[in-house]
């Protein structure tokens, strides 16, 4: 499979962040409502079977990339007998990296082929605000007596274009494309039904720029992951609990939630000697009501080099 980066531009604040399942579960319904339920199943079929045709990143702003949780020392042999003033300003160094979430390509790229690098505060690249709503009742179409007030969190950008970063041979590429233009004008995620999460593509090209170190003994993840059996366990990680949400007609009978799923983030690292375009696997069982929901949890794999002890 080669790689392929799609630029989105958003038109409006996003109600849902662009993680790589919530985007897979998007281009699926995609699928669905323009070439039908049959043309959906067929789709599906290689992804539960282990060998997916696509493998598809989360979201990131611009250029950046998520930070590898690869451990680096600040206090190297060097600045062993420095004095405390010196230690001091390197133990704030260290927490002014930890902070930092998004690399540039080359400190990305410095990182993941063991090369030590001056990682740089980056500007904020988007703003979470809650935004309050009137519950409306459906009977009289006024709100109800003390207007029953709610909120939701939308992300609104502060850069121009959002990347994904999509795996897939070359006869999906054309399919791919026509299908992040449709989901663009539906809107994706939550509150698209009065607008929210449109966004234009931009540009779909092919990426060459993922640098592949000398020596590889790991890969970090730049999607939302769900280990399967077979894959590494040892590594330097962070997980998350997925509340994930039905769509569509699948959220109005009974309840729209799907089951609580615990997910790596992106910038995990896993140790392996013998890297793969991709791990994970399909959550299946993700909801009661509907046994043919699936979960997308493939992770999308960049070779890595991490310094053994």
Request: glycine share 8%; net charge positive; with cysteine.
């Amino acid at each position: 499979m080669k790689v392929f980066r799609a630029k989105i531009s958003p038109n409006t604040s996003f109600a849902t962040s662009l993680h790589s399942d919530s985007l897979f579960g998007a281009l699926c319904w995609v699928i669905q409502k323009n070439e039908g339920t049959d043309s959906l199943k067929e789709f599906l079929v290689p992804f539960l079977e282990g060998e997916p045709p696509l493998i598809i990143s989360n979201g990131f702003p611009g250029d950046l990339l998520p930070k590898p949780m690869i451990p680096f020392s600040i206090i190297t042999d060097k600045h062993a007998k420095t004095g405390k003033e010196q230690l001091i300003k390197m133990a704030d160094e260290g927490k002014r990296i930890k902070k930092v979430e998004y690399l540039n390509l080359d400190e990305f790229n410095n990182v993941i082929c063991g090369r030590k690098d001056n990682i740089s505060t980056k500007s904020k690249a988007y703003t979470d605000v809650a935004v309050v709503h009137n519950r409306i009742n459906r009977w009289s179409g006024n709100t109800s007596e003390g207007g029953e007030l709610f909120s939701t969190v939308e992300r609104f950008s502060a850069v121009d274009y959002w990347s994904i970063y999509i795996k897939a041979k070359k006869e999906w590429v054309e399919k791919i494309e026509r299908w992040l233009e449709i989901l663009g004008r539906m809107g994706f995620g939550k509150r698209k039904s009065v607008g929210k999460g449109s966004f234009a593509l931009v540009s779909f090209d092919e990426f060459n720029s993922f640098e592949l170190p000398q020596t590889v003994n790991a890969f970090v993840t730049l999607s939302n992951y769900v280990p399967s059996s077979r894959d590494p366990v040892e590594g330097f990680y962070k997980t998350f609990v997925k509340y994930g949400k039905l769509d569509n007609e699948y959220a109005i009978e009974g309840t729209p939630f799907k089951k609580p799923l615990l997910m790596m983030v992106p910038g995990s690292v896993f140790k392996t000697n013998n890297v793969k375009e991709f791990y994970g696997r399909m959550v299946t069982g993700i909801t009661a009501n509907y046994p043919e929901v699936v979960h997308y949890g493939y992770a999308f794999a960049i070779p890595a080099y991490v310094e053994t002890a």
